[in-house]
């Protein structure tokens, strides 16, 4: 493929299909994922607070376990195809890399102070190459210290890997918070910039 | 007297709470139900096939295509870690359905474990004849279905050794188990077999006491804790799965750690 063609289908295509599928099954997968999860931590709190039960999914611990291990199938399933897809194609190398610091100063700034330009929703700016490139080594962070705590004994070196159980346990809830803090973020800049809303639906 | 000493980064009053906290109402029925849990599933889904009946039967076949998976990774000869004497969780935590003053208070003298299902010998086990049994000692880490965890140091008779003396049929599904209290537990024949797999009648080199499920407890450090039944007074060898107190009410069957 030559440069051109890049551009030229850059142009026409946003997000690629298999980009937008995933990207909303993930969405549908992590907030499952999440609320279950609060829940889960609610039955035994690693810090001095509880999540309300009104965010809470599951009703109860039974509830929310069985929610959670239902949706990690759909969250490392489309994970996987997803991180393939996205390096096979060289789709994160293209857009996410490479990330560089005086860049990512600069466009902080200026997005601070309201002037970050948002006119080729093709094209992301050193601070989205940041986050992006960020969440998605959470999703992995949190993918292999979730399979950590779930099993410690047949996945015993892996738990090592992450300091042990309960070790594992506190990774496993810094990564959550780092998505959630990443989704805050991400959810307003869509709502802020509706137009990227609609390239992740339509495409374009 | 009770003490209510736990971990470090355990809520005392959770612990207390469990029974009351774990099971949201006397009826099972709709348990994943819930106004906000609904609500956020019907906004997301943007339709309403999550209805309490419909995703409660399709979360327990996932659940039970998770039993299947687990039983697929398990691996018969892989141990758990164990760990040195100076690891052990002091005072370690008492945990049950019930407040620690309504543990089940079992008879020594009198106590009998009854064997029964596809076994030769279903002549029952008074409490001297299984502690004349060979007796192994492990340090492991017992993980609670909540998160919390706790290392605690368990001595008994590999459950694997009962079985090939009682003639058991290992070739069996299940060994399903019975405690005082009422509370019931089954467990996959794998797990049964397993090296670490123990029939406990000491905790820290000491008679377990009552707190702990004396006078016998089935230590199973590949399982989550509610999986290893305490004062446990008959066992069955069979084909049927028999299920279990927590399992019925919803939490996984297989639970393997």
Same mark, same amino acid.
């Given at each position: 493929m030559t440069a051109e063609t890049i551009t030229l289908s850059a142009d026409a295509t946003i997000h690629p299909r298999w980009v937008r599928v995933c990207h909303w099954i993930n969405a549908l997968a992590i907030l499952v994922m999440i609320g279950s999860g609060w829940q889960i931590y609610n039955a035994s709190p690693l810090f001095d607070f509880t999540f309300s039960e009104s965010i809470?999914?599951?009703?109860w611990l039974a509830g929310a376990l069985l929610w959670h291990f239902a949706a990690m199938w759909v969250l490392v399933i489309n994970g996987i195809v997803y991180v393939t897809l996205g390096i096979l194609t060289g789709r994160f190398r293209r857009k996410l890399l490479p990330i560089r610091p005086s860049e990512v100063v600069a466009d902080v700034k200026a997005a601070l102070t309201f002037k970050l330009a948002h006119d080729d929703l093709s094209h992301y700016n050193a601070v989205q190459k940041l986050l992006y490139s960020g969440v998605i080594l959470a999703g992995v962070v949190i993918v292999l210290s979730g399979l950590s705590i779930w099993k410690p004994v047949q996945f015993q070196e892996l738990t090592a890997l992450f300091g042990g159980y309960d070790t594992a346990r506190y990774v496993h809830f810094f990564a959550m918070a780092a998505i959630v803090g990443f989704l805050i973020v991400h959810v307003a800049l869509a709502l802020i910039v509706p137009r990227s809303l609609r390239a992740m639906v339509t495409g374009r | 007297m009770r003490q209510r000493r736990i971990i470090p980064g355990v809520d005392p009053k959770l612990l207390i709470k469990d029974a009351a906290r774990l099971m949201?109402?006397?009826?099972?029925?709709? =348990?994943?139900?819930?106004a906000a849990s609904l609500g956020a599933l019907t906004f997301l889904t943007g339709c309403d096939i999550i209805d309490g009946d419909t995703a409660e039967g399709v979360l327990r076949k996932v659940s039970e295509f998770n039993d299947g998976a687990q039983a697929a990774i398990f691996s018969r000869t892989k141990l758990a870690p164990t760990y040195p004497e100076?690891?052990? +969780?002091?005072p370690f935590p008492f945990n049950g359905f019930y407040d620690e003053d309504d543990a089940p208070e079992v008879n020594g003298e009198t106590y009998k474990l009854e064997v029964a299902g596809l076994v030769d010998n279903k002549k029952p086990w008074t409490l001297k004849e299984l502690y004349a049994l060979p007796e192994v000692s492990q340090i492991t880490r017992h993980i609670c279905v909540e998160g919390w965890s706790a290392i605690g140091s368990w001595q008994g008779t590999p459950l694997s050794e009962f079985l090939r003396r009682v003639g058991?049929? +290992?070739?069996?599904k299940y060994v399903w188990f019975k405690c005082a209290e009422g509370y019931t537990n089954t467990i996959d024949m794998p797990t049964a077999l397993h090296p670490q797999t123990q029939m406990t009648f000491k905790f820290a080199n000491q008679v377990l006491p009552r707190s702990y499920g004396f006078p016998m407890k089935i230590r199973?450090? +590949?399982?989550?804790? =509610?999986?290893?039944?305490?004062?446990?007074v008959a066992m069955e060898v069979t084909n049927t799965d028999k299920g279990g107190y927590w399992e019925d009410k919803g939490y996984n069957w297989f639970s393997g750690l």
């Amino acid at each position: 493929m030559t440069a051109e063609t890049i551009t030229l289908s850059a142009d026409a295509t946003i997000h690629p299909r298999w980009v937008r599928v995933c990207h909303w099954i993930n969405a549908l997968a992590i907030l499952v994922m999440i609320g279950s999860g609060w829940q889960i931590y609610n039955a035994s709190p690693l810090f001095d607070f509880t999540f309300s039960e009104s965010i809470a999914l599951g009703r109860w611990l039974a509830g929310a376990l069985l929610w959670h291990f239902a949706a990690m199938w759909v969250l490392v399933i489309n994970g996987i195809v997803y991180v393939t897809l996205g390096i096979l194609t060289g789709r994160f190398r293209r857009k996410l890399l490479p990330i560089r610091p005086s860049e990512v100063v600069a466009d902080v700034k200026a997005a601070l102070t309201f002037k970050l330009a948002h006119d080729d929703l093709s094209h992301y700016n050193a601070v989205q190459k940041l986050l992006y490139s960020g969440v998605i080594l959470a999703g992995v962070v949190i993918v292999l210290s979730g399979l950590s705590i779930w099993k410690p004994v047949q996945f015993q070196e892996l738990t090592a890997l992450f300091g042990g159980y309960d070790t594992a346990r506190y990774v496993h809830f810094f990564a959550m918070a780092a998505i959630v803090g990443f989704l805050i973020v991400h959810v307003a800049l869509a709502l802020i910039v509706p137009r990227s809303l609609r390239a992740m639906v339509t495409g374009r | 007297m009770r003490q209510r000493r736990i971990i470090p980064g355990v809520d005392p009053k959770l612990l207390i709470k469990d029974a009351a906290r774990l099971m949201p109402d006397a009826s099972r029925r709709g =348990f994943l139900r819930g106004a906000a849990s609904l609500g956020a599933l019907t906004f997301l889904t943007g339709c309403d096939i999550i209805d309490g009946d419909t995703a409660e039967g399709v979360l327990r076949k996932v659940s039970e295509f998770n039993d299947g998976a687990q039983a697929a990774i398990f691996s018969r000869t892989k141990l758990a870690p164990t760990y040195p004497e100076s690891a052990i +969780t002091r005072p370690f935590p008492f945990n049950g359905f019930y407040d620690e003053d309504d543990a089940p208070e079992v008879n020594g003298e009198t106590y009998k474990l009854e064997v029964a299902g596809l076994v030769d010998n279903k002549k029952p086990w008074t409490l001297k004849e299984l502690y004349a049994l060979p007796e192994v000692s492990q340090i492991t880490r017992h993980i609670c279905v909540e998160g919390w965890s706790a290392i605690g140091s368990w001595q008994g008779t590999p459950l694997s050794e009962f079985l090939r003396r009682v003639g058991a049929d +290992t070739r069996a599904k299940y060994v399903w188990f019975k405690c005082a209290e009422g509370y019931t537990n089954t467990i996959d024949m794998p797990t049964a077999l397993h090296p670490q797999t123990q029939m406990t009648f000491k905790f820290a080199n000491q008679v377990l006491p009552r707190s702990y499920g004396f006078p016998m407890k089935i230590r199973i450090p +590949t399982k989550l804790g =509610f999986k290893n039944p305490k004062y446990v007074v008959a066992m069955e060898v069979t084909n049927t799965d028999k299920g279990g107190y927590w399992e019925d009410k919803g939490y996984n069957w297989f639970s393997g750690l």
